[in-house]
Nanobody, 125 residues
Framework: QVQLVESGGGLVQAGGSLRLSCAASGRTFSRYTMGWFRRAPGKEREFVAAITWNGVNTNYASSVKGRFTIFRASAENTVYLQMTALKPEDTAVYYC??????????????????WGQGTQVTVSS
């Protein structure tokens, strides 16, 4: 399994931006479907975004479409989540996920075998 480490979380005001990073270990990173999920306090973990192994296709939750962008830099073994126009309801712990079976559309957490430890994003009003 690939090892994943997220970074880039923090406190930001509503309307602001953050970029989350997920660094992956292993030489086969480029073969993995990658995803971002989040868990808000008192809520279930939910899908945010996913990207295919080759970066050609992306998928977004309706709540973040048009505000968030997922992209990957295979040479860096890193996948990013660029978040703009942040809202207080985006406050959550954000998790990176990976799977070599290349699931798609990869909106279910069960699609992913490897997970990072999470990074906290807090959006103040």
């Amino acid at each position: 399994q690939v090892q994943l480490v997220e970074s880039g979380g923090g406190l930001v005001q509503a309307g602001g931006s953050l970029r989350l990073s997920c660094a992956a270990s292993g030489r086969t990173f480029s073969r993995y479907t990658m995803g971002w999920f989040r868990r808000a306090p008192g809520k279930e973990r939910e899908f945010v975004a996913a990207i295919t192994w080759n970066g050609v296709n992306t998928n977004y939750a309706s709540s973040v479409k048009g505000r968030f962008t997922i992209f990957r830099a295979s040479a860096e073994n890193t996948v990013y989540l660029q978040m703009t126009a942040l809202k207080p309801e985006d406050t959550a712990v954000y998790y990176c996920a990976a799977d070599p079976r290349r699931p798609w559309p990869a909106t279910n957490s069960a699609d992913f075998a490897s997970w990072g430890q999470g990074t906290q994003v807090t959006v103040s009003s």
